[in-house]
Nanobody, 116 residues
Framework: QVQLVESGGGLVQAGGSLRLSCASS????????MGWYRQAPGKQRELVAS???????NYADSVKGRFTISRDKDKNTVYLQMNSLKPEDTAVYYC??????????WGQGTQVTVSS
């Protein structure tokens, strides 16, 4: 089992920045990629950014150039640095750990609200 705990959400004005953290514990050796999803009210959950064991990263087009995913292997923590935030970035952000197809883990989510 893997436990994922997010932190760092909150309320910020448009143009501001936030950094989300996801601390992982448990059988983390089984995780092959980690990332962040978000879900806004009335919308489907979408992948925001991901990072593999080999540190390859991937971003949604809507956040490219503004968000950066990184990780600290010693702390078993993944970060999402979010800059130039927009009201449309408002959502619940979920940490995600992927083992293989149909086998993944989720955090409890953290709210990010961007005011205009």
């Amino acid at each position: 089992q893997v436990q994922l705990v997010e932190s760092g959400g909150g309320l910020v004005q448009a143009g501001g920045s936030l950094r989300l953290s996801c601390a992982s514990s448990g059988s983390i050796f089984s995780i092959n990629a980690m990332g962040w999803y978000r879900q806004a009210p009335g919308k489907q959950r979408e992948l925001v950014a991901s990072i593999t064991k080999g540190d390859s990263t991937n971003y949604a087009d809507s956040v490219k150039g503004r968000f950066t995913i990184s990780r600290d292997k010693d702390k078993n923590t993944v970060y999402l640095q979010m800059n130039s935030l927009k009201p449309e970035d408002t959502a619940v952000y979920y940490c995600w750990g992927w083992v293989r197809e149909s086998y993944d883990y989720w955090g409890q989510g953290t709210q990010v609200t961007v005011s205009s």
